[in-house]
């Protein structure tokens, strides 16, 4: 079985954040720079004019946490127009013959890297990775210089997710990240040619992994390699030239005494070792990876995990802790809200309005957790009637790193490209159409595999979505059983503007979810309400006068939606309270709020759609 925590590069245990950060593409050449780097704030971005490019910096920070954070050393929540790093680095003088790429998990929000003063890349976009090649600019045994701007302008179309653009947190906007927010790392590679992130599909019904082995180029003689193996040892090794094709594809059948399918019930992964040899028969790459044997597939308003019904029990996961804001103090973190997450008898979740670090996902892997991936979108608002949300074609550029980061991790089952886009249609179309459109199309052509929500809850725009919901938030479960009653007559619940004009194209049959609900608001330490609380704290409806009363709220709305033969599942907001949102069936801090024991037993009786053909 793949281990938990990939190898740690000697001398980084002491290091934030240390784990290797792409554990489904481990070489064992890499060097973690997360640790004190120079630093220093340019609030009118004109740094580059001003020398720091050349010069030390005034600070010091910790990688790999934002300014904003506490864990960073900084704590600065005012806006940060632009911000600067600094450190050097000594390229490991065993990696002499080999190419160096510098990596960033993601950094918020325009990146410029220079090394040793030459420009080595640039990248637009907060929640994705993006890698420089050093060529020539590194050499090993030697030492670099680098030295990475981040603008981060609080003005303008940009994807945010819930980062505020008001000063202060203000209702479900917080605290903003700005810079490196994820790991920086240096990885050794060959020159001549070099493995590429892998592409790993599973096919359930052949008992099949279709692998796709991208290379950096295709020397004569060269061939690739890949062995799966379990518990047991080696279960197949498929083989194939490597000078032929650009991303040669492999196909690695199971035999049928060795299957094992991937579910929350057991999610079974299989490791996988990816070799590049070349016309000798010599290794010149290689790297591990695993796979888990599942599929997803739709059949009338069904949406079946392995050719089964399984309803989603989702829960609304933000991804924010009190001292490191997006990234998590530690990697047990990351697991740790997982566990809590099941502990109160859900399944899986949404992982909201942010690209989660490949490390959360890598755990659902292991601990069998479903996901939906989805992309932090709000920024995109102009002052326009009618024509209120203009996403730009970063928005799609993006999303498509995301697609080609994420398509190996068997816990994903959905994606969701786009949250809460809110338009009236009317008789032309606008620039959130055709972006929506672009994204839902995008999708299907990176990855077939899995179904699409064109955008979760408001403006549904693509006739043919695979999947269509809403977000309710009524807080009666009585009145909530009225509004969700329409699905077995294809009327479901569809959200629309205050008006009642629609914002959505219409239903058409697919399957459905309530993809947002709930959000009670429960704060049992805030003081009986005084005026206007709700900068303080705030949830949905009326706040539960006791304990007792949340958890009899919470069976009532999440028993409609268990009682509905034709709702494949829900999402409830949500894991945790944000700052001043205390709507979550935890504390900020991950401490017990509730006890989750009655969420648990109302979550997981039967549910209605588990039981039809």
Same mark, same amino acid.
């Given at each position: 079985?793949?281990?938990?925590?990939?190898?740690?590069?000697?001398?980084?245990?002491?290091?934030?954040?240390?784990?290797?950060?792409?554990?489904?593409?481990?070489?064992?050449?890499?060097?973690?720079?997360?640790?004190?780097?120079?630093?220093?704030?340019?609030?009118?971005?004109?740094?580059?004019?001003?020398?720091?490019?050349?010069?030390?910096?005034?600070?010091?920070?910790?990688?790999?946490? =934002?300014?904003?954070?506490?864990?960073? !050393? $900084?704590?600065? &929540?005012?806006? +940060? @127009? /632009? #911000?600067?790093?600094?450190?050097?680095?000594?390229?490991?003088?065993?990696?002499?013959?080999?190419?160096?790429?510098?990596?960033?998990?993601?950094?918020?929000?325009?990146?410029?890297?220079?090394?040793?003063?030459?420009?080595?890349?640039?990248?637009?976009?907060?929640?994705?990775?993006?890698?420089?090649?050093?060529?020539?600019?590194?050499?090993?045994?030697?030492?670099?210089?680098?030295?990475?701007?981040?603008?981060?302008?609080?003005?303008?179309?940009?994807?945010?997710?819930?980062?505020?653009?008001?000063?202060?947190?203000?209702? =479900?906007?917080?605290?903003?990240?700005? !810079? $490196?927010?994820? &790991?920086?790392? +240096? @990885? /050794? #590679?060959?020159?001549?040619?070099?493995?590429?992130?892998?592409?790993?599909?599973?096919?359930?019904?052949?008992?099949?992994?279709?692998?796709?082995?991208?290379?950096?180029?295709?020397?004569?003689?060269?061939?690739?390699?890949?062995?799966?193996?379990?518990?047991?040892?080696?279960?197949?090794?498929?083989?194939?030239?490597?000078?032929?094709?650009?991303?040669?594809?492999?196909?690695?059948?199971?035999?049928?005494?060795?299957?094992?399918?991937?579910?929350?019930?057991?999610?079974?992964?299989?490791?996988?070792?990816?070799?590049?040899?070349?016309?000798?028969?010599?290794?010149?790459?290689?790297?591990?990876?695993?796979?888990?044997?599942?599929?997803?597939?739709?059949?009338?308003?069904?949406?079946?995990?392995?050719?089964?019904?399984?309803?989603?029990?989702?829960?609304?996961?933000?991804?924010?802790?009190?001292?490191?804001?997006?990234?998590?103090?530690?990697?047990?973190?990351?697991?740790?809200?997982?566990?809590?997450?099941?502990?109160?008898?859900?399944?899986?979740?949404?992982?909201?309005?942010?690209?989660?670090?490949?490390?959360?996902?890598?755990?659902?892997?292991?601990?069998?957790?479903?996901?939906?991936?989805?992309?932090?979108?709000?920024?995109?608002?102009?002052?326009?009637?009618?024509?209120?949300?203009?996403?730009?074609?970063?928005?799609?550029?993006?999303?498509?790193?995301?697609?080609?980061?994420?398509?190996?991790?068997?816990?994903?089952?959905?994606?969701?490209?786009?949250?809460?886009?809110?338009?009236?249609?009317?008789?032309?179309?606008?620039?959130?159409?055709?972006?929506?459109?672009?994204?839902?199309?995008?999708?299907?052509?990176?990855?077939?595999?899995?179904?699409?929500?064109?955008?979760?809850?408001?403006?549904?725009?693509?006739?043919?979505?695979?999947?269509?919901?809403?977000?309710?938030?009524?807080?009666?479960?009585?009145?909530?059983?009225?509004?969700?009653?329409?699905?077995?007559?294809?009327?479901?619940?569809?959200?629309?503007?205050?008006?009642?004009?629609?914002?959505?194209?219409?239903?058409?049959?697919?399957?459905?979810?309530?993809?947002?609900?709930?959000?009670?608001?429960?704060?049992?330490?805030?003081?009986?309400?005084?005026?206007?609380?709700?900068?303080?704290?705030?949830?949905?409806?009326?706040?539960?006068?006791?304990?007792?009363?949340?958890?009899?709220?919470?069976?009532?709305?999440?028993?409609?939606?268990?009682?509905?033969?034709?709702?494949?599942?829900?999402?409830?907001?949500?894991?945790?309270?944000?700052?001043?949102?205390?709507?979550?069936?935890?504390?900020?801090?991950?401490?017990?709020?509730?006890?989750?024991?009655?969420?648990?037993?109302?979550?997981?009786?039967?549910?209605?759609?588990?039981?039809?053909?």
């Amino acid at each position: 079985m793949p281990l938990p925590h990939p190898t740690t590069p000697s001398g980084t245990a002491d290091l934030p954040r240390p784990e290797h950060p792409r554990p489904q593409f481990v070489r064992d050449a890499w060097l973690n720079l997360n640790g004190t780097w120079q630093f220093e704030i340019d609030r009118a971005d004109t740094g580059l004019e001003r020398g720091l490019r050349e010069r030390p910096l005034a600070d010091r920070i910790t990688v790999p946490f =934002c300014p904003e954070s506490e864990l960073s !050393g $900084i704590g600065e &929540t005012d806006f +940060l @127009e /632009a #911000v600067w790093y600094r450190r050097t680095v000594t390229v490991p003088a065993e990696w002499a013959g080999s190419r160096v790429l510098l990596h960033f998990g993601a950094v918020d929000h325009d990146t410029t890297v220079w090394a040793d003063g030459v420009e080595v890349a640039r990248h637009r976009g907060g929640f994705t990775p993006f890698t420089a090649d050093l060529g020539e600019v590194a050499q090993p045994g030697s030492e670099l210089t680098l030295v990475v701007r981040a603008r981060d302008s609080r003005h303008g179309v940009q994807a945010r997710g819930k980062q505020a653009t008001w000063y202060a947190n203000t209702h =479900c906007h917080y605290t903003r990240t700005t !810079g $490196i927010w994820q &790991t920086v790392w +240096l @990885e /050794a #590679v060959p020159r001549a040619a070099a493995l590429k992130r892998p592409r790993i599909t599973p096919d359930l019904a052949s008992g099949s992994f279709f692998l796709e082995l991208p290379l950096t180029a295709n020397p004569p003689g060269h061939r690739v390699r890949a062995v799966l193996s379990d518990e047991r040892g080696e279960v197949v090794t498929a083989a194939s030239r490597a000078d032929l094709d650009l991303a040669p594809r492999l196909v690695l059948p199971l035999p049928e005494d060795r299957r094992r399918v991937w579910s929350p019930a057991d999610p079974h992964l299989y490791d996988l070792t990816l070799e590049l040899l070349d016309a000798d028969g010599t290794v010149v790459d290689t790297a591990r990876s695993y796979a888990g044997l599942r599929s997803v597939s739709l059949r009338g308003k069904k949406l079946l995990l392995n050719g089964e019904p399984v309803f989603q029990r989702l829960v609304l996961d933000q991804g924010y802790y009190p001292d490191g804001l997006m990234t998590a103090p530690s990697d047990a973190a990351l697991v740790r809200d997982i566990e809590l997450g099941l502990a109160a008898g859900f399944n899986g979740a949404r992982l909201h309005q942010k690209v989660f670090e490949e490390r959360f996902l890598h755990h659902a892997d292991r601990l069998g957790y479903l996901v939906w991936g989805e992309f932090g979108d709000w920024g995109c608002e102009v002052g326009v009637r009618d024509d209120n949300q203009r996403p730009d074609a970063s928005f799609v550029t993006q999303w498509l790193e995301v697609l080609e980061r994420d398509h190996s991790h068997p816990s994903i089952v959905g994606w969701c490209p786009l949250n809460e886009t809110y338009q009236h249609l009317h008789d032309r179309l606008t620039v959130l159409d055709d972006v929506t459109r672009g994204m839902f199309l995008a999708t299907k052509q990176a990855d077939p595999t899995r179904p699409v929500i064109d955008a979760s809850g408001y403006a549904h725009r693509v006739p043919e979505t695979d999947v269509y919901d809403s977000h309710c938030y009524e807080q009666d479960p009585a009145e909530f059983a009225k509004l969700m009653a329409g699905l077995a007559e294809d009327r479901p619940y569809v959200n629309a503007a205050p008006d009642g004009r629609p914002w959505s194209v219409p239903y058409a049959g697919q399957p459905y979810f309530c993809s947002e609900f709930g959000g009670i608001w429960w704060d049992p330490e805030a003081a009986a309400a005084a005026g206007d609380e709700m900068d303080a704290s705030w949830g949905y409806g009326e706040r539960p006068r006791t304990e007792a009363e949340f958890t009899e709220r919470f069976a009532g709305l999440t028993g409609v939606l268990l009682d509905d033969p034709d709702m494949f599942g829900y999402c409830y907001t949500q894991l945790t309270d944000v700052f001043q949102e205390r709507n979550g069936v935890y504390r900020f801090d991950r401490s017990e709020k509730v006890d989750v024991a009655p969420l648990r037993r109302a979550q997981l009786r039967a549910a209605a759609y588990e039981d039809t053909p």
